[in-house]
């Protein structure tokens, strides 16, 4: 069993629609969780981390994290094409100067 | 600024073949990752240098893969008779190394290159 599981979709939804992506995980010394974008054939984008319980909104973006359950999540409120791509989560005991632990990621498709 | 850059972008290598790839980080970074992305997979750590030095290599696959940062600065990943297991996209990213102000790292990721091995 992976230390992180993802669905990997993929999902397609219309365009405004609220999008939720969701990641759990078993390694309890994961203190820090971390969302990335990846377009086709680019690397890796940082959206939204969040360090221990709880919530963190950057405009359309909500990350949630629920460490009793081992449970994130990340919402994206009135999606945009422009929001079709690969979405990976990525968590760390400390942050972003040891290695992440990601997972599958989840492709997700905007319908206009 | 500039991002984190790597050549080449596409690799193709005949089985048994060595291959070189190259990672130019974030000037003044001083954290180097690479991780191996196999298609439709998230990415999977390999190594982490700190400077020039390796301070974590336990996620390289076998004794074939080799990784160096001589000066602190580029990085080289070396992949000895190449097996098509190996083909991927090798992904490489860079941080501050900022530990003292306790607050949390950005990895910037460069566009990564894929290998193919035939």
């Known amino acids: 069993q992976k230390e992180v599981e993802q669905d990997p979709g993929p999902l397609s939804v219309p365009e405004g629609a609220i999008v939720s992506l969701n990641c759990t995980y078993s390694?309890?010394?994961?203190?820090?969780f971390m969302w990335y974008r990846q377009y086709s054939r680019k690397g890796p984008e940082l959206l939204m981390y969040?360090?221990?319980?709880g919530n963190k909104e950057d405009g359309r973006f909500t990350a949630q994290v629920d460490k009793s359950s081992k449970y994130i999540s990340l919402f994206i409120r009135d999606s945009q094409p422009s929001d079709s791509a690969t979405y990976l989560c990525?968590?760390?005991?400390?942050?972003?100067?040891?290695?992440?632990?990601f997972g599958t990621g989840t492709r997700l498709t905007i319908i206009p | 600024g500039a991002g984190v850059s790597q050549s080449p972008r596409y690799k193709v290598a005949k089985r048994g073949q060595d291959v070189a790839l190259r990672c130019d980080p974030i000037?003044?970074?001083?954290?180097l990752f690479w991780y191996q992305q196999a298609l439709g997979q998230g990415p999977e750590f390999l190594t982490y240098?700190?400077?020039?030095?390796?301070?974590?290599k336990s996620g390289l696959p076998s004794d074939r893969f080799f990784a160096e940062r001589p000066e602190g600065s580029v990085s080289t990943l070396k992949i000895q008779r190449t097996q098509q297991e190996d083909s991927a996209v090798y992904l490489c990213?860079?941080?501050?190394?900022?530990?003292?102000?306790?607050?949390?790292?950005?990895?910037?990721f460069g566009p990564g290159t894929r290998l193919t091995v035939l």
């Open positions: 969040t360090y221990s319980s």
């Open positions: 390694n309890s010394a994961f203190q820090y």
């Open positions: 990525a968590m760390s005991p400390v942050g972003g100067n040891e290695k992440l632990t």
């Open positions: 000037s003044g970074h001083v954290s």
């Open positions: 240098f700190q400077n020039e030095a390796q301070l974590d």
């Open positions: 990213a860079s941080s501050l190394g900022e530990w003292a102000s306790g607050r949390t790292d950005t990895q910037y």
